[in-house]
């Protein structure tokens, strides 16, 4: 009867129908590839920076933080940090992206500029970073699932999750992306912050303990990482990877 009430993954199947209900609602009234690949640009831009705050910060980004932080302490903070400056760089690089803006994709932009050479090396770029991240939420996903269900098969809730993601990101288009990324975007906006609250009372200490105990901490010390060694200069390689 356990099976019955297992409040979880009632959670987890609500979420996941929500999603695709709103995928496909949002996906109505496409007639041309034009409106699938751009959706006619007509999003608001809150809308446009929760979709690019989503997609930045997903499921296997978020477990990678946590894991990196508790292996490299200040080192992973700091390159977390930094990272963000690469944003900086492409928002003054985009003031010049006026005579492209009618472009569908990054590749047909590299082809008009560099040969249609330039634009197959552009497209299988982006496919095989496509295909790193879609691994990576797959992966965190299969992680979560692991962790919070009981009594249910991870692998099959994997594959439904994934199956779900890719029908109505494949069927709706851009539209149906954006506004599930705006849906997932509120969603763990709301979460993670208790999620992180309920975890600091778990641990039954202060906020001034924890502190305490991350100073006595060599890998949370600015002496241990504002010195030369092989740690700094993979950090800065990685850094420029970004």
């Avoid at 409040?7 to 007639?31: C, D, E, H, N, Q």
């Avoid at 990576?136 to 999750?161: E, F, H, R, Y």
């Avoid at 609250?197 to 504002?226: A, H, M, R």
């Amino acid at each position: 009867m356990a099976s019955f009430f297992n409040i979880p993954l009632y959670m987890v199947v609500s979420f996941l129908a929500f999603t695709l209900v709103v995928g496909m609602y949002f996906s109505r009234k496409i007639t041309s590839f034009r409106q699938y690949a751009i959706g006619d640009k007509q999003f608001a831009t809150a809308t446009l920076v929760a979709t690019v705050l989503a997609t930045a910060y997903g499921g296997g980004g978020l477990i990678r933080s946590v894991q990196q932080v508790h292996n490299l302490g200040l080192y992973w903070i700091i390159l977390t940090l930094l990272a963000g400056f690469d944003l900086y760089i492409i928002s003054r690089l985009a003031l010049y992206m006026g005579p492209f803006m009618y472009h569908l994709s990054m590749p047909e932009t590299m082809g008009s500029v560099y040969s249609k050479y330039a634009r197959m090396i552009a497209a299988l770029s982006g496919i095989c970073d496509a295909i790193a991240m879609i691994a990576a939420q797959i992966s965190a996903m299969s992680l979560a699932i692991n962790m919070c269900l009981d009594g249910v098969s991870p692998k099959a809730i994997t594959i439904v999750v994934s199956l779900i993601l890719i029908f109505y990101s494949s069927f709706g288009g851009i539209r149906a992306v954006v506004f599930t990324d705006l849906l997932q975007f509120i969603t763990f906006t709301l979460i993670i912050p208790i999620l992180a609250w309920f975890i600091f009372k778990s641990t039954g200490k202060s906020i001034l303990e924890i502190i305490s105990f991350l100073q006595n901490q060599e890998k949370f010390q600015f002496s241990s990482v504002f010195h030369f060694d092989t740690n700094l200069v993979a950090m800065g390689c990685l850094l420029l990877s970004f």
